[in-house]
C-alpha cells in the first residue's frame, strides 16, 4: 500500500504534517528543557545557546528566547511557499489543523496556501535532498548563534557542551558540537 495512488497526493502529505504538528504542539517538552534552562541561569554563566535539529520548537516553549537557540532544520512552528517564491516565512498558526480521514490517512478540506501566490504553502522544514527550504529565518538564527560564539571568545570563557539525543544517523548536532571552536 506504500505505493498506493492516494500516497502521491498533497492531501496525504499534508496529513502527515497535520499529526507531526498536532503531536508537536499538543505536547509539552520533557522535564530535560527545564533543567537546561536552569542551567544557562547560573550565576556564573554568563551566555547560553541551544544547537537543535528538533523541529518542535520546544526549546523556545520550554522559556528559552528565539535569540538563544539554532533550530538548523527548520520548525514546524513556520510555513513558507512551496516554490519559495515569495521569500517569506510565517507562522504556521492554525494552518496544519486539518481534519484528517481516517479510512484514506488524507487531509481534507482546504490545504494551507501561500498569502502572497496562493500555491500551497509547507512547514519551513529542511528535509533530504530539499532545494526548496527557505533559510531566511535559519540564516538570522545562524546569526545569532555567531555573536555567541564570538562573545565566548572574546572573554576567553570556557565552553560546555552539553550534547542530549544526537544521534550518528543524522549527525548535524553532533559535527557541530565536534567543530564549534576549532
Not at 544557562?40 to 541551544?50: E, G, L, Q, T, V
Not at 496556501?113 to 496562493?118: A, I, N, T, V
Not at 572573554?155 to 564549534?180: N, Q
Request: charged letters at 20%.
Amino acid at each position: 500500500q506504500g505505493n498506493s495512488e492516494k500516497h502521491n497526493t498533497a492531501n496525504f502529505g499534508y496529513a502527515f504534517w497535520a499529526y507531526r504538528y498536532n503531536a508537536y504542539t499538543s505536547s509539552v517538552p520533557h522535564v530535560g528543557y527545564e533543567i537546561a534552562k536552569r542551567w544557562s541561569n547560573f550565576n556564573n554563566i554568563k551566555y547560553a545557546f541551544s544547537f537543535t535539529s528538533n523541529i518542535d520548537g520546544h526549546w523556545i516553549k520550554s522559556g528559552w528566547n528565539e535569540s538563544e537557540v539554532l533550530e538548523c532544520h527548520g520548525s514546524v512552528n513556520y510555513m513558507q511557499c512551496i516554490d519559495k517564491c515569495c521569500q517569506r516565512i510565517w507562522n504556521t498558526d492554525n494552518a496544519l489543523n486539518l481534519e484528517v480521514d481516517p479510512k484514506t490517512d488524507c487531509a481534507i478540506g482546504n490545504l494551507p496556501q501561500c498569502p502572497d501566490c496562493k500555491k500551497f504553502a509547507r512547514p519551513n522544514v529542511l528535509m533530504f535532498g530539499d532545494w526548496k527550504f527557505l533559510d531566511i529565518r535559519l540564516n538570522e538564527q545562524t546569526s545569532h548563534y555567531d555573536t555567541f560564539k564570538s562573545n565566548i571568545a572574546k572573554i576567553k570563557a570556557k565552553l560546555l557542551i552539553i550534547e542530549l539525543g544526537a544521534g550518528t544517523a543524522v549527525p548535524t548536532v553532533r559535527c557541530e558540537s565536534e567543530r564549534a571552536f576549532t
